[in-house]
């Protein structure tokens, strides 16, 4: 089973797509692709929502047997800024393609997928593995989050 784990971002998205099948699960972008860097001239949030959003679609087309897709929602405090309400935008769009597309999906925050900001890192290493490129606390998110879907079917 496909898992996509996805964390919004607002200048550099991620996503990991995870092979739930066996009992060892397997990052299947370890090097490949796991960034979704806007183009330059991609600057206002309709446009930033509407090419992630085809974006998508060209993931979905690349990977038919995607089963499920979680996505590692932002926390919001009180003191939100313009860059959560973009990321916020980035999530919309991935659940309104999963609803268009008949695709489950599900959104997560830290305390449901069983770790921590400050754990994230650790947890994806162990859990499943790490990119050999551009590795940070966002892709660890996105690789969590489908690790908790391959493992709550």
Same mark, same amino acid.
């Given at each position: 089973m496909?898992?996509?784990?996805?964390?919004?971002?607002?200048?550099?998205?991620? /996503?990991? =797509?995870?092979?739930?099948?066996?009992?060892?699960?397997?990052? =299947?972008?370890?090097?490949?692709e796991s960034r979704l860097c806007f183009p330059a001239d991609c600057t206002e949030d309709a446009a930033k929502v509407t090419w992630l959003y085809r974006e998508f679609e060209r993931i979905f087309h690349a990977h038919p047997d995607i089963a499920r897709?979680?996505? %590692? %929602?932002?926390?919001?405090?009180?003191?939100?800024?313009?860059?959560?309400?973009?990321?916020? /935008?980035?999530?919309?769009?991935? =659940? =309104?393609?999963?609803?268009?597309?008949? %695709?489950?999906?599900?959104?997560k925050i830290y305390a449901s997928l069983g770790t921590t900001s400050a754990q994230v890192r650790d947890h994806a290493i162990q859990r499943v593995g790490q990119t050999t490129r551009y590795w940070?606390? %966002?892709?660890?998110?996105?690789?969590?989050?489908?690790?908790w879907g391959a493992k709550n079917p």
């Open positions: 496909k898992i996509l784990g996805f964390r919004s971002d607002p200048t550099t998205p991620r /996503y990991a =797509l995870v092979d739930g099948a066996t009992t060892a699960m397997i990052l =299947l972008n370890v090097s490949e897709v979680v996505i %590692k %929602k932002g926390e919001f405090t009180q003191g939100d800024n313009g860059a959560k309400r973009t990321a916020s /935008y980035q999530e919309a769009a991935l =659940l =309104l393609y999963c609803g268009l597309h008949n %695709k489950p999906v599900v959104t940070n606390s %966002k892709m660890a998110d996105a690789i969590i989050a489908a690790w």
